[in-house]
């Protein structure tokens, strides 16, 4: 049993130090006692360090409350940390709803519906779609569509709906272009811009002065719609050199990317990152998820926020925009939805449908809850 003062005492021989009004060790011998805490935790994974302290007082025989109070709290705080740490990926998704919740479900008055993704798939219909819009018609809900699309006017994304059966009109439609006219009209009036976009939507450009790309006419604006070919290197460098000069940056989305029938496609966000840093600029988004765009939506509608239910296949642009705005957002998945993206994004939908075809239950369900 012989040991030195420096060497490392037993386990069985720890003891916790009992200090007295000078601080000092007032029982055991100095050489044998060990100060469970004898100064700031050390920072430890808790599945290394609870356990072990755990470990030397059972060894140890220690019986004290104060011992056994402090080894559950050393135990309990590490379990908690771990327990905070693991809280994010346990978080409940998906069609997850507390019973309280499903108590205090709000009356929906009015609907937002995104069309891409969720309606169609390179403008063919998904399954189940157009019925669903049958009911909602039939129910005589006031809805609308609300689309980034910029490769097509109203008129033209109207006459594919109704083509594939969907019974809407051009006034249910609210497009990210018509939104950027109506923000140019207000904000840049008379301004010269110059646009950079995949497909023709002048017609929806009411009351915006364009110029041509290839003119040497200075550019107050410039506008930045849909991704296609049209964004080559010419193009993006001819942007940058107006954005230097002083333009405006305004886009009509952000979204990185959509989803076509051969996969997702790159879209105008990648390019506007680009833009952005390289020119020291910051683009004013007119489309989703800015909050300008629900804005408008609920206006078209006269909706309050509260009764009004956003659908869309875009977590972030369709769904968490929606509900910071105090729109009751539904996530479906179909289209561009990635069960990554839906793990990975910064909330949580307040809903989640297979499609859809799901959403005229969901609105009786909450009809139903409302009540
Ligand atoms: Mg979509």
């Known amino acids: 049993m012989g040991r030195t003062g420096t ?54 025989g220690q019986r004290g409350f104060s011992a056994v109070h402090r080894l559950l709290t050393h135990a309990l705080t590490g379990m908690d940390r771990r327990l905070g740490e693991l809280a994010p990926r346990i978080q409940p998704r998906g069609d997850y709803r507390r019973p309280m919740e499903r108590e205090r479900a ?59 059966g969907f019974p809407v ?32 939507i002048q017609d929806d450009l009411t009351g915006v002065t364009l110029v041509e790309p290839e003119a040497q006419a200075d550019v107050d604006v410039v506008v930045v719609g849909g991704a296609g070919d049209e964004f080559g290197y010419a193009a993006l460098n001819r942007v940058f050199h107006h954005l230097q000069r002083g333009a405006h940056l305004v886009a009509m989305h952000q979204n990185l990317y959509w989803r076509t029938a051969d996969g997702l496609d790159l879209d105008t966000g990648a390019f506007l990152l680009g833009l952005e840093r390289a020119a020291r600029v910051e683009a004013t988004i007119t489309g989703k998820p800015s909050e300008a765009f629900f804005a408008a ?8 926020a509260s009764a009004t239910l956003m659908v869309g296949d875009d977590i972030e642009s369709d769904v968490l925009a929606a509900q910071r705005s105090g729109i009751t957002g539904t996530l479906v998945k179909t289209g561009k939805y990635l069960p990554e993206t839906h793990r990975s994004a910064d909330g949580t939908p307040d809903h989640v449908l297979d499609s859809f075809a799901a959403l005229p239950d969901l609105l009786e369900q909450l009809a139903s809850d409302s009540r």
């Open 7 to 60: 060497s490392r005492p037993r386990p069985s021989e720890w003891r916790i130090a009992r200090r007295g009004n000078d601080g000092a060790a007032s029982s055991g011998t100095a050489a044998r006692v060990r100060p469970l805490f004898s100064g700031p935790p050390t920072p430890r994974r808790w599945t290394q360090s609870a356990p072990v302290a755990l470990t030397h007082r059972v060894r140890a």
């Open 106 to 164: 709000p009356a929906i008055r009015a609907v937002l519906i995104d069309i891409d993704g969720v309606l169609t798939v390179s403008w063919e219909p998904l399954p189940g779609a157009v019925e669903a819009m049958e009911r909602l018609r039939a129910a005589g809900l006031p809805l609308a569509l609300v689309t980034n699309t910029t490769s097509r006017t109203r008129a033209s994304i109207c006459a594919r709906l109704t083509g594939a």
């Open 169 to 200: 009109s051009v006034d249910d439609i609210l497009t990210a272009p018509a939104v950027t006219a109506a923000h140019l009209r207000e904000n840049h009036p008379g301004a010269r811009c110059l646009l950079l976009n995949a497909g023709d």
């Open 297 to 304: 939506a609920l206006a078209h509608l006269g909706a309050d």
